[in-house]
């Protein structure tokens, strides 16, 4: 926390904003001077932007992961399935909420209990489960927040799912990626729209999401 504190006294008037990842987006919530509804909502900030020496923090994963899955024509989900319990979780909690899905299905090990009151303060209200086939059926949108090779073990039960949004973008394709045989959205898409919310954030104008798009590719 301190080191963080110290490096954000330190940035001048050159600094338009920073784009942050674990564990900044949570370390960073105090040090804000003020922080939109969402991210005091999901409890993750992965943006901040510096403007009349104010921090003024931000969430842009949400926006990124709907747009991700509107690219691959998901525009709604009835039955969601969350994998993972942090961070990126929350924020997909948020996003499916935004997708009409407030009773998703989040699998996780142990009692996600910040993630639980963030979902509350979203209006959502997830069932806690522990992995088996059976949270699959009848699931139209699998979320997989889990880091590489996590959900490797599920993937011999996804061939028939109708979209999957795995966040990993290195390697991929995952494990749980080469198997869906629905829409497969990457995390590096989900990268590229979160990244040109950042844009718009930081700078005011649109972001020039096809160049970004090339640059992600390359």
Same mark, same amino acid.
Not at 31 to 49: E, G, I, M, P
Not at 65 to 70: C, E, G, N, R, T
Not at 117 to 146: H, I
């Given at each position: 926390?301190?080191?963080?504190?110290?490096?954000?006294?330190?940035?001048?008037?050159?600094?338009?904003?920073?784009?942050?990842?674990?564990?900044?987006?949570?370390?960073?919530?105090?040090?804000?001077?003020?922080?939109?509804?969402?991210?005091?909502?999901?409890?993750?900030?992965?943006?901040?932007?510096?403007?009349?020496?104010?921090? @003024? %923090?931000?969430?842009?994963?949400?926006?990124?992961?709907? #747009? !991700? *899955? =509107?690219?691959? +024509?998901? /525009? $709604?989900?009835?039955?969601?399935?969350? @994998? %993972?319990?942090?961070?990126?979780?929350?924020?997909?909690? #948020? !996003? *499916? =909420?935004?997708? +009409?899905? /407030? $009773?998703?299905?989040?699998?996780?090990?142990?009692?996600?209990?910040?993630?639980?009151?963030?979902?509350?303060?979203?209006?959502?209200?997830?069932?806690?489960?522990?992995?088996?086939?059976?949270?699959?059926?009848?699931?139209?949108?699998?979320?997989?927040?889990?880091?590489?090779?996590?959900?490797?073990?599920?993937?011999?039960?996804?061939?028939?799912?109708?979209?999957?949004?795995?966040?990993?973008?290195?390697?991929?394709?995952?494990?749980?990626?080469?198997?869906?045989?629905?829409?497969?959205?990457?995390?590096?898409?989900?990268?590229?729209?979160?990244?040109?919310?950042?844009?718009?954030?930081?700078?005011?104008?649109?972001?020039?999401?096809?160049?970004?798009?090339?640059?992600?590719?390359?």
């Amino acid at each position: 926390m301190e080191e963080l504190a110290g490096f954000l006294d330190g940035l001048g008037p050159e600094w338009a904003g920073l784009s942050l990842t674990m564990p900044l987006k949570q370390a960073v919530l105090p040090l804000l001077s003020t922080c939109s509804d969402l991210a005091r909502d999901v409890a993750a900030a992965n943006t901040v932007v510096l403007r009349d020496g104010e921090r @003024l %923090g931000h969430n842009t994963d949400v926006a990124g992961i709907v #747009a !991700a *899955l =509107a690219e691959h +024509g998901v /525009t $709604t989900a009835e039955r969601a399935v969350v @994998l %993972g319990g942090g961070a990126t979780a929350r924020s997909a909690l #948020a !996003a *499916l =909420a935004a997708l +009409g899905c /407030t $009773t998703p299905v989040l699998v996780v090990r142990s009692s996600p209990d910040e993630t639980l009151a963030a979902a509350a303060r979203l209006g959502v209200t997830p069932s806690v489960v522990a992995f088996s086939p059976a949270v699959l059926e009848d699931c139209d949108l699998l979320v997989s927040t889990l880091p590489p090779g996590a959900a490797d073990a599920v993937a011999p039960w996804v061939r028939d799912l109708p979209a999957l949004l795995d966040v990993v973008y290195d390697p991929w394709p995952t494990a749980l990626a080469a198997a869906c045989g629905g829409a497969v959205v990457s995390g590096a898409l989900m990268l590229l729209h979160q990244a040109a919310a950042q844009v718009e954030l930081m700078t005011g104008r649109q972001a020039p999401l096809e160049a970004m798009r090339l640059a992600l590719k390359a």
